[in-house]
T-cell receptor, first 113, second 113 residues
Framework: DAKTTQPNSMESNEEEPVHLPCNHS???????IHWYRQLPSQGPEYVIH???SNVNNRMASLAIAEDRKSSTLILHRATLRDAAVYYC??????????????FGKGTKLSVIP | KAGVTQTPRYLIKTRGQQVTLSCSPI?????VSWYQQTPGQGLQFLFE???????NKGNFPGRFSGRQFSNSRSEMNVSTLELGDSALYLC????????????FGPGTRLLVL
């Protein structure tokens, strides 16, 4: 599986935008970029995913570099509830890899009131 | 719709015993995946079931097994428990799991003494 690299931790002030980076220099043409987050004492939850174009949903935005070797998850206004570990995951668009999520260490986001 | 439910939520066992964990997916979801989460190894994929068949398996010993019933509910079993099996076991369901969003349950926390 292609690997992702994320900072171990980040801090943000409440109500400020947060940009969470992810590097995936060995991404293949069929790999989708998925983001999940895990709040304390909960299972992971889906945030957003994309292939080539930038994506927006009610939770966040995903900005994908033109060469697809990096992406950024954007939380437009961080709230205390956004404090979590954020995982950037590549999912193969075909083959056995598409049937599982391969989690890395993720980025622990702390939100300061 | 009710979310993914897992029972029991907490479990204490001793070395050498066996344990069975249960997962009820979201109604209509046919794919169920299991993950193990430990502080040292993070989130690791165990196996995935679809329509009562194991479709994909992670790199775990044969002591870890699972099954899926015709109503899509799934169980996982760990035999001859070891101290290192202490972990949070997470179940996730999806419509088919081929690039579909996975919805996670709250997990079962297993402590092996």
């Amino acid at each position: 599986d292609a690997k992702t690299t994320q900072p171990n931790s980040m801090e943000s002030n409440e109500e400020e935008p947060v940009h969470l980076p992810c590097n995936h220099s060995t991404i293949s043409g069929t790999d989708y970029i998925h983001w999940y987050r895990q709040l304390p004492s909960q299972g992971p939850e889906y945030v957003i995913h994309g292939l080539t174009s930038n994506v927006n949903n009610r939770m966040a935005s995903l900005a994908i570099a033109e060469d697809r070797k990096s992406s950024t998850l954007i939380l437009h206004r961080a709230t205390l509830r956004d404090a979590a570990v954020y995982y950037c995951i590549l999912r193969d668009g075909g083959g056995a890899g598409s049937y599982q999520l391969t989690f890395g260490k993720g980025t622990k986001l702390s939100v300061i009131p | 719709k009710a979310g993914v439910t897992q029972t029991p939520r907490y479990l204490i066992k001793t070395r050498g015993q066996q344990v069975t964990l249960s997962c009820s997916p979201i109604s209509g979801h046919r794919s169920v995946s299991w993950y193990q989460q430990t502080p040292g190894q993070g989130l690791q994929f165990l196996f995935e079931y679809f329509s009562e068949t194991q479709r994909n398996k992670g790199n775990f010993p044969g002591r870890f097994s699972g099954r899926q019933f015709s109503n899509s509910r799934s169980e996982m079993n760990v035999s001859t428990l070891e101290l290192g099996d202490s972990a949070l076991y997470l179940c996730a369901s999806s419509l088919d799991n081929y690039q579909e969003t996975q919805y996670f349950g709250p997990g079962t926390r297993l402590l092996v003494l």
